[in-house]
């Protein structure tokens, strides 16, 4: 079935860049997102990535991937402590309506 | 500009009860969906529907049930709730459906069952 894993913590130092990463198993997905879950709250949509690109940049966030290993990762630079957070990897399912499976979420912790 | 809510933040039931998690939409979307999420396990799918009395069983729904009764509104039913139902439920109202979708969620009801 389908499955998408992520490591579950992260912890940088303010300014540095930040890299989550991610594997997913549906060949078939067409988009890639990446959600941000802050304290308390529920999940937003952060950027997402068509799957013939193999790059996408949006201000601080660059998102990368690698469809032949099935690899997504997130990259924040100049990481803020606002940025502390738990974020998620999502793949939809084409043929299930867009259905979207998660990982496991990655908590970043941002220390100043 | 509030799009998802779900009726209550943060609940308390006792074992056995049958308790109802509400949650509504004001986008006219289709596809609604619950998850529960806890920790190290990400969100799982409860059950969605993708249009008013349709309901499809997701990875564990085991001891939920659903109702979808209008189009902005997808309830989960814990016909009798058990310890290991504590954990935070989020409710999604998916834009799309097809190649590109977006889903909006519910700031999340955390549920703790003694």
């Known amino acids: 079935g389908e499955d998408v894993e992520q490591s579950l913590f992260l912890s940088v130092r303010e300014g540095d860049s930040s890299v989550i990463n991610c594997t997913y198993t549906d060949s078939s997905s067409t988009y890639l997102y990446w959600y941000k879950q802050e304290p308390g709250a529920g999940l937003q949509l952060l950027t997402y990535?068509?799957?013939?690109?193999d790059m996408k940049q949006d201000q601080r966030l660059t998102v990368l991937l690698n469809k032949k290993d099935k690899h997504l990762s997130l990259r924040i630079a100049d990481t803020q402590t606002g940025d502390s957070a738990i974020y998620f990897c999502?793949?939809?399912?084409?043929?299930?309506?867009?259905?979207?499976?998660f990982g496991q979420g990655t908590e970043l912790s941002v220390k100043p | 500009d509030v799009k998802v809510t779900q009726s209550s933040r943060y609940l308390v039931k006792r074992t056995g009860e049958k308790v109802f998690l509400e949650c509504v939409q004001d986008m006219d979307h289709e596809n609604m969906f619950w998850y529960r999420q806890d920790p190290g396990l990400g969100l799982r799918l409860i059950y969605f529907?993708?249009?008013?009395?349709?309901?499809e069983k997701g990875d564990i729904p085991e001891g939920y049930s659903v109702s979808r009764e209008k189009k902005e509104r997808f309830s989960l039913i814990l016909e009798s709730a058990s310890t290991n139902q504590t954990s935070m439920y989020l409710c999604?109202?998916?834009?799309?459906?097809?190649?590109?979708?977006?889903?909006?969620f519910g700031q999340g009801t955390r549920l703790t069952v003694v």
């Open positions: 999604a109202s998916i834009s799309g459906g097809g190649r590109y979708t977006e889903a909006f």
């Open positions: 990535i068509f799957s013939n690109m």
């Open positions: 999502a793949e939809s399912i084409v043929n299930q309506g867009g259905k979207l499976i």
């Open positions: 529907s993708y249009d008013v009395k349709m309901k």
